[in-house]
């Protein structure tokens, strides 16, 4: 049966008061409940072993790698042995407000997945885990001593760890380029209704664009044409119906924009090289739900 994953809410995690910040230090063995975050999530593995599920599929974690979890992503650790993270949770009011300017960052916008394109992926080297740890420590002292009060301070302090990441070795997040006004548009447009049968046409007409221009500007800034834009989004989408509804697979389907059960099948496999059934077969973690009380800051 599909399971909805757990939401962990700011109400859980943030002070009443003060920066919208939480850091914690989580040691997992076994397997931990698919849930998902009303916040930016970084998650810095230290050490020890275990797999990453996501929406992608499953992946084996090592010490350095780091995590960038946007809200409203999923994902579970599974297999762990004395897998032990650092974690820095931060509420989209500060990235949107007195951190507005890291969208528009050349490395950090990019890194964190606040700009058009793929979320960067991290590794860290031995010294750079040791900095990031030392760092986000700093945050958890600074919240133990009047958090209310010391709002500058704990800014500064997180801005110094997303430094140390965007020393690491970073992949996806080269030079950005401001996005034309076309771009956010048809993104919009695809976003709002991925069900409806949407053509490069469609798309030319509603911008006023010639077709192969359209084509080049979504490849610059997303690095897929609007149709596999499009595509991605649908696949994306079903993905994420198939773990957390009970709907028909056929259903599922046609609610992404794909009513022909078979041609949903070809296009979800070439996305999860898995069938949509195999899909939602694969997660085995069972639900936070059969937890109660005994939360863990995941």
């Known amino acids: 049966m599909a399971t909805t994953p757990e939401l962990l809410s700011r109400q859980q995690l943030f002070p009443a008061v003060g920066a919208p910040i939480h850091v914690n230090r989580p040691v997992h063995d076994g397997d931990t409940p698919l849930h998902q975050h009303e916040f930016l999530e970084i998650a810095l593995v230290v050490e020890g072993k275990g797999l990453h599920r996501t929406i992608h599929g499953t992946t084996t974690v090592h010490p350095g790698d780091v995590f960038l979890l946007r809200p409203g992503e999923w994902h579970a650790y599974e297999k762990c042995r004395d897998l032990r993270l650092a974690n820095c949770c931060i509420g989209v009011d500060l990235i949107g407000g007195p951190l507005g300017w890291l969208h528009d960052d050349p490395l950090l916008g990019p890194l964190l997945g606040l700009s058009l394109g793929q979320t960067a992926t991290v590794c860290l080297p031995a010294p750079s885990i040791a900095r990031c740890v030392e760092l986000l420590d ?64 469609h798309l030319a007409e509603h911008t006023k664009l010639d077709r192969s221009y359209l084509v080049r500007l979504l490849r610059k800034h997303t690095g897929l044409s609007p149709m596999a834009w499009l595509a991605r989004s649908r696949g994306e989408r079903a993905a994420v119906l198939l773990l957390t509804t009970d709907r028909s697979i056929a259903a599922i389907g046609a609610d992404v924009g794909w009513p022909d059960a078979n041609y949903f099948s070809r296009r979800f496999r070439g996305l999860f090289r898995q069938t949509p059934s195999d899909y939602r077969k694969q997660l085995p973690v069972k639900p936070a739900e059969l937890l109660a009380n005994a939360w863990i800051q995941w």
């Not at 709002?151 to 760890?161: K, T």
């Not at 006004?181 to 993104?187: G, K, L, Q």
């Open 138 to 201: 700093g945050v958890r002292a600074l919240q133990a001593d009047a958090p209310e009060r010391r709002r500058i301070d704990l800014i500064g302090q997180l801005l110094l760890f997303l430094a140390e990441l965007g020393r690491g070795s970073v992949s996806g997040a080269g030079k950005r380029h401001t996005p034309h006004a076309a771009v956010t548009e048809v993104i919009a447009l695809l976003t709002s209704d991925l069900a409806r049968g949407w053509t490069l046409d």
